[in-house]
């Protein structure tokens, strides 16, 4: 059997051990230490736009803990993109509160602006206000964020960025992760950059991120006993974990650039099949870290997406599904939804492709062969 390649997978970039054995030689063994303050300064520094930064043990806390300092309470809504990994959308149901679905849109697959602004009219003269948009870039796609922003603006509701695909992508030349009232980051093992686990809580207003950091460590009041008057969670990244950050945010820029040669080396093998077809960024202003390579499969060219997929596994190579939409999901059943369709679409016909830094020409040459192999028994 040939090796396995997998959809995307961690790629050290040779300085990650130094700071972790830093890490073992001072003992600084604990979710605190030098490498998390380091780490934290690193993406400040990358991010810009005077931007404040919580380490955290992964996205999905950061998620949770932007809901928390947002107030989000049982009983509110909170509107979400319905084309997402679950994580984004599980915080709003620790809180109580109630995901407000919302569709996607061709250009980007992202949060369609459009629908966004029906649905915060509707719920308005539902009698409830969303009390945050959650909206994401997938696959490292920007999302329309002059128009979403706009309207957020409008009906001041507050945007959390879900960027955990997205570091290294920017949109307008501003880097996605500095747009949200705050915005979150992933670095589980499969993101562009991977601290094994982990993520980020981002935002420029310092007394959040003040707040994240205490409600990250139990919430424990200014006293020489144990004190607590609020709820507090175990939510802060290890110094060891955040060793491995600091390593790997050395090589970011060049993770970008190689997930980018990835799309284009999909893109022209590609160009003329008329089953395939990649999603272009729509304009100069949207610049993607590819961190995924997508496709959609034209659903009258005589084979399908699964069927692709299959073949690929076949040759022990991994592909996935997009990501199945949330309304569509028995999780959130019965969650009001506003859309067209878009993302339904998309999720029947796209698939995502090997893509991780580390592939090399051979293997993007194996996945093609097997898949120009396939395509031409089947659509002829
Ligand atoms: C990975 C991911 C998350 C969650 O991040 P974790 O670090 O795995 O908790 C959230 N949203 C999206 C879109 C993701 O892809």
């Not at 016909?349 to 830094?357: R, V």
């Amino acid at each position: 059997m040939n090796n396995k390649i997998w959809l995307s997978s961690p790629h050290m970039g040779g300085t990650e051990e130094k700071y972790v054995k830093e890490a073992f030689d001072t003992n600084w063994i604990a979710p605190l230490g030098p490498n998390v303050d380091g780490f934290e300064k690193d993406l400040e520094n990358y991010l810009g736009n005077e931007v404040h930064v919580a380490a955290l043990s992964s996205g999905t806390a950061a998620l949770h803990l932007a809901l928390i300092i947002l107030g989000v309470k049982a009983g509110d809504e909170v509107i979400c993109q319905s084309m997402t990994f679950s994580a984004s959308a599980n915080p709003i149901a620790y809180q109580g509160a109630m995901p407000v679905f919302v569709d996607s849109e061709e250009r980007t697959w992202n949060m369609s602006p459009e629908y966004l602004e029906q649905a915060i009219q509707d719920r308005v003269s539902k009698g409830k206000k969303p009390k945050a948009i959650i909206v994401v870039h997938l696959y490292g796609m920007p999302a329309e964020m002059d128009r979403i922003m706009e309207i957020a603006d409008k009906y001041e509701i507050p945007v959390v960025e879900d960027a955990a695909e997205a570091l290294g992508s920017s949109y307008k030349g501003r880097k996605l992760g500095t747009f949200g009232a705050m915005s979150i980051l992933s670095f589980n093992g499969n993101k562009i950059i991977t601290t094994s686990g982990g993520g980020a809580l981002v935002s420029t207003n310092e007394e959040w991120i003040r707040k994240a950091r205490f409600l990250a460590t139990q919430a424990r009041d200014n006293a020489p006993h144990y004190q607590h008057s609020h709820i507090g969670y175990n939510y802060r990244m290890s110094n060891i974990c955040a060793g491995i950050g600091r390593g790997q945010m050395e090589v970011l820029q060049e993770r970008v650039a190689q997930r980018r040669q990835n799309y284009s080396y999909y893109a022209d093998t590609f160009a003329s099949n008329n089953a395939i077809i990649l999603p272009d960024e729509p304009s100069s202003d949207f610049y993607s870290n590819r961190w995924l390579t997508t496709i959609l499969v034209d659903p009258a060219s005589g084979t399908d997406r699964e069927e692709i997929r299959l073949a690929l596994g076949k040759e022990n190579i991994e592909s996935r599904p997009l990501w199945k939409p949330m309304h569509l999901q028995p999780i959130f059943e019965g969650a009001p939804f506003y859309g067209d369709g878009t993302s339904e679409k998309l999720f029947n016909n796209g698939l995502c492709l090997p893509s991780g830094s580390n592939l090399t020409t051979d293997d993007l040459a194996r996945v093609t062969t097997i898949m120009k192999r396939y395509l031409e028994n089947v659509t002829a």
